[in-house]
Nanobody, 118 residues
């Protein structure tokens, strides 16, 4: 059974940093492109960042380029999102999953709430 467990969110001030983690199990993590997404209530889920299986390739949505860094540890089946210089518009629930531009997603986890105050 696939499990995706996100953690690390919180309430922070504008300009702060957070590191999100997503612990996974139940599938071949090291063989999959992984991604972070975010969702604001009433809006569609956005693809925030993507990382290739061996970390040789990453890409980001324009609004987070230069501020967010996606990484992974294939020995721990975990993907991370380092978020620096947070802005109020980064407020959302953040989720991890496989890169949905390449394959269908697994069942979504509960996500982790990030709230950035101005």
């Amino acid at each position: 059974q696939v499990q995706l467990v996100e953690s690390g969110g919180g309430l922070v001030q504008s300009g702060s940093s957070l590191r999100l983690s997503c612990a996974t199990s139940g599938f071949s993590f090291a063989e999959n492109w992984m991604a972070w997404f975010r969702r604001v209530p009433g809006s569609q889920r956005e693809l925030v960042a993507v990382i290739s299986p061996r970390s040789e390739s990453t890409r980001y949505m324009d609004s987070v380029k230069g501020r967010f860094t996606i990484s992974r540890d294939n020995t721990k089946n975990t993907v991370y999102l380092r978020m620096n210089s947070l802005k109020p518009e980064d407020t959302a629930v953040y989720y991890c999953n496989v890169d949905t531009t390449k394959t269908a997603p697994f069942f979504w986890g509960q996500g982790t709430q990030v709230t950035v105050s101005s």
